[in-house]
């Protein structure tokens, strides 16, 4: 008797044809909460999944103050407590609508998430992507490039953390207002960007990309960064007494998980921060919650590796705790913050930046984005020794830039934190994980 043909089966169309049957189911409540909207997701479970319902929903401006994650089986269910950046339950018709049809069943199923997370083809601009060594007036000398090769900035996104700076910058033909197309060009901006980026005594150089594919920029920002290993270095300084996270990752054999606990202060985004690392060294979070009070955010989660193992060595654990931290630390707003809005010109950029430089700040992030004719720019400024900005500064920085200037905040650098008493900080990350295995057990058990 010959043997039996086999059968080979597309995983990929196989878990398409179990999404398709069973499509994520979205309960939206406005009455189960007094201060906040409730949103339940159940869903198949797919690595990657917790990142895409909360890209979405903080991608619609939404600020998450509690979460419960639980994934047993093959089935995902998740539950947010959510606030608009007012603090009110979500009552915009228009955005529960966004909320449905991105993560309910006329989605159907979520895009997939890789390396280039979200990529469509995009005519209207050319995506340039950058990381390297920062320093005092790189921005400054990156829009000065653009700016003379005529390109204009229709969007861009800047981070620095740990000496270290990434940058997704949307151009586009000053002469078009499209994608830059001529390769010839292309290769010409590339290469007096990467002269930029070139810094004196570098032994790590700057690295840059042209594509005419969209990402999602801060998605991108973190893979950038954690590519460029910013989270290994350490930089000692004016702001390094300041208070860091704390992260801690603990063993849990009695049910083969790895426990991760959080404490930060609160900002908008930090779950999607916390989480789109984890889901970039391929961890998977099987269990979570959430909670925020009174600015300060508490996360934990039970993860194994996509392998199905726990974090079985010191240094893993180790470097766990180094990416947490980096990814809490790169979304900074400390410092100065100053918001521009006005009539986008060729060259506006260049300018205003020149402008920050030429007062001596350095730039610790910024937001750029340009729609309708109106640019409309968000900066973190700190002195390059990286103190507050002096009030004289200010002044002067307003007053050569004029009306432009529609808010000036001060937000302090944080004051050093006090010393800790030997040992304080495991102990109270044991008596958390206590508390956490003991809840575990006992709503668990059954897992």
Not at 21 to 29: F, S
Not at 192 to 213: E, Q
Not at 319 to 348: F, N, P, Q, S, W
Request: charged residues 30%.
């Amino acid at each position: 008797m010959g043997s039996c043909p086999v059968v080979e089966v597309d995983d990929d169309e196989y878990a398409k044809l179990i999404r398709r049957m069973n499509p994520p189911r979205v309960v939206i409540d406005n009455d189960a909460c007094d201060n906040a909207t409730v949103i339940r997701v159940d869903s198949i479970k797919k690595h990657g999944i917790l990142l895409e319902v909360i890209q979405v929903l903080t991608d619609l401006n939404l600020i998450i103050t509690k979460a419960y994650i639980s994934s047993d089986g093959s089935w995902f269910m998740d539950v947010f407590n959510v606030t608009d950046r007012n603090g009110n339950k979500v009552r915009d018709k228009e955005i529960i609508c966004c909320i449905q049809n991105s993560l309910g069943s006329d989605a159907c199923s979520f895009p997939g998430i890789g390396n280039s997370v979200g990529i469509v083809p995009s005519k209207e601009h050319t995506f340039i992507e950058m990381t390297g060594t920062d320093r005092p007036g790189l921005l400054s000398e990156i829009c000065a490039v653009l700016a003379n090769r005529n390109c204009s900035v229709a969007k861009a996104e800047l981070w620095t953390h740990n000496t270290r700076v990434a940058a997704v910058v949307h151009v586009t033909e000053e002469s078009t207002g499209g994608a830059v197309e001529d390769p010839e060009r292309l290769s010409a901006i590339k290469e007096l960007l990467c002269n930029v980026l070139r810094g004196d005594n570098d032994s790590r150089m700057g690295r840059m990309t042209v594509s005419k594919d969209r990402t999602h920029t801060e998605r991108r920002l973190h893979q950038m960064m954690f590519g460029d290993r910013d989270y290994e270095s350490t930089v000692v300084g004016a702001g390094d007494d300041k208070p860091r996270p704390q992260v801690a990752v603990m063993d849990c054999a009695e049910k083969d998980y790895s426990v991760v606990i959080l404490r930060s202060r609160d900002r908008p985004k930090l779950l999607f921060d916390t989480v789109c690392t984890l889901t970039d060294m391929q961890y998977v979070v099987f269990h979570g919650t959430v909670d925020t009070r009174d600015d300060e955010a508490y996360q934990e989660y039970f993860i194994r590796h996509v392998d199905g193992y726990p974090i079985n060595s010191e240094a893993e654990r180790q470097r766990v705790i180094k990416c947490l931290e980096a990814a809490i630390e790169r979304r900074t707003t400390e410092g100065l913050e100053m918001v521009l809005r006005t009539e986008d010109r060729h060259g506006l950029l260049s300018d205003v930046t020149r402008v920050f430089r030429e007062n001596g700040l350095t730039i610790r992030r910024a937001e750029i984005s340009t729609q309708e004719g109106k640019a409309s720019d968000t900066f973190y400024l700190s002195e390059m020794s990286g103190k507050p900005v002096e009030a004289k500064t200010i002044d002067s920085i307003c007053r050569q830039l004029g009306e432009m200037v529609v808010r000036v905040k001060q937000s302090p650098l944080l004051a050093p934190k006090p010393p800790e008493v030997a040992g304080a900080t495991s102990f109270l990350f044991g008596n958390l994980l206590k508390a956490s295995l003991q809840s575990f057990r006992s709503v668990r058990s059954y897992s």
